[in-house]
């Protein structure tokens, strides 16, 4: 019967130990900047709250761009830099965040793609952590 | 009757216990991106879920830490802590298993490659001290 009861309270006290760290859990991630995410990443979460909203550059292959893409985004891969930035650099406004993505977290186009836009310096200039898995997943 | 050298012992369990994991979810805290990552590394949880527990494990860890050091909602602090810890002693043995360098991201992220027996062995000896502290409150004390 005692250890029923020690069981029960337990249960109970693991209940609000649950709860109770939901709550900050819920204010951080409200809080949370990607940009304190360093190496240049931001989180999924961040980009759909982020005002105004930034300019999705899409690195991956054309065939996967021409599938399915975020919408509203732009292709551009290094391989083909000179045809597809003209439309990039039309639309980006000044100070806007450009948030490029790839296949995955592992893949190296977006950031090799970040790292160039970066040299325009028009506005800040970030990789979709996770990348098209991760816009896939949410 | 317990001795003063003792009763010192168990209190110094209790917190040196309780404070490991205010420090480790405090570094989670701290740096939830790079927490996030290490979740990812184990490729067990799809990116929401990865990055929902990165944001509520920090937390979840804290309390249950406190609740351990300081004796408040203690048997349930012990019970998720020991949990939590089977949990990351599953997830090691599964990257290890599966030949992962990742970071074990038991203390945040970003820790370098992990050493997979020398976190086994310290999650084995922080899950024998939960043991040990709910044994004792088992007996009433």
Same mark, same amino acid.
């Given at each position: 019967?005692?250890?029923?009861? *020690? ?13 109770? %760290?939901? @709550? ?5 991630? #409200? #809080? ?14 961040? %980009? ?6 930034? @300019?999705?550059?899409?690195? &991956?292959?054309? /065939?996967?761009?021409?599938?399915? &893409?975020?919408?509203? %985004?732009?292709? #551009? ?6 045809? @597809? ?12 965040? /450009?948030?490029?993505?790839?296949? *995955?977290?592992?893949?190296? /186009? ?5 790292? &160039? @836009? ?9 990789? #979709?952590?996770?990348?098209?898995? /991760?816009?896939?997943?949410? | ?16 216990? $309780?404070?490991?994991?205010?420090? =480790? ?28 527990? =990165? ?9 249950? $830490? ?9 048997? $349930?602090?012990?019970?998720?802590? !020991? ?10 043995? !599964? ?7 990742? +970071? ?12 997979? $027996?020398?976190?086994?062995?310290? +999650? ?18």
């Amino acid at each position: 019967m005692a250890r029923l009861a *020690s069981l029960r309270r337990g249960v109970k006290q693991a209940v609000i130990l649950l709860v109770a %760290a939901g @709550l900050p859990a819920v204010v951080a991630s #409200l #809080l949370f900047k990607g940009e304190a995410a360093g190496d240049g990443e931001m989180l999924l979460a961040v %980009a759909l709250r982020h005002q105004p909203p930034p @300019l999705w550059i899409d690195a &991956r292959p054309a /065939a996967e761009y021409d599938r399915e &893409r975020v919408p509203g %985004a732009l292709a #551009l891969r290094q391989e083909e830099w000179e045809t @597809l930035v003209p439309q990039v650099l039309a639309r980006w406004q000044p100070e806007q965040t /450009a948030l490029v993505y790839c296949d *995955s977290a592992g893949s190296q /186009a977006s950031r090799e793609v970040a790292e &160039r @836009l970066r040299e325009y310096a028009l506005g800040p200039v970030y990789v #979709l952590h996770g990348g098209w898995k /991760a816009w896939k997943q949410k | 009757m317990e001795t003063k050298v003792m009763r010192f012992f168990w209190t110094a369990l209790r917190f040196f216990t $309780g404070g490991l994991f205010v420090y =480790a979810g405090v570094l989670k805290a701290r740096d939830p991106a790079a927490f996030v990552r290490a979740v990812e590394n184990y490729q067990l949880l799809p990116h929401a879920l990865a990055l929902a527990g =990165a944001f509520y494990l920090p937390y979840l860890e804290i309390f249950c $830490g406190l609740g351990v050091a300081f004796k408040r909602l203690y048997e $349930g602090a012990l019970g998720l802590l !020991s949990l939590l810890m089977l949990v990351f002693v599953a997830a090691l043995l !599964s990257a290890w298993g599966r030949g992962l360098n990742i +970071d074990c991201g038991c203390f945040g992220g970003d820790g370098g490659p992990a050493h997979y $027996g020398v976190a086994l062995v310290r +999650d084995a000896v922080i899950l024998a001290a939960l043991g040990l502290l709910a044994w004792r409150h088992a007996r009433g004390k």
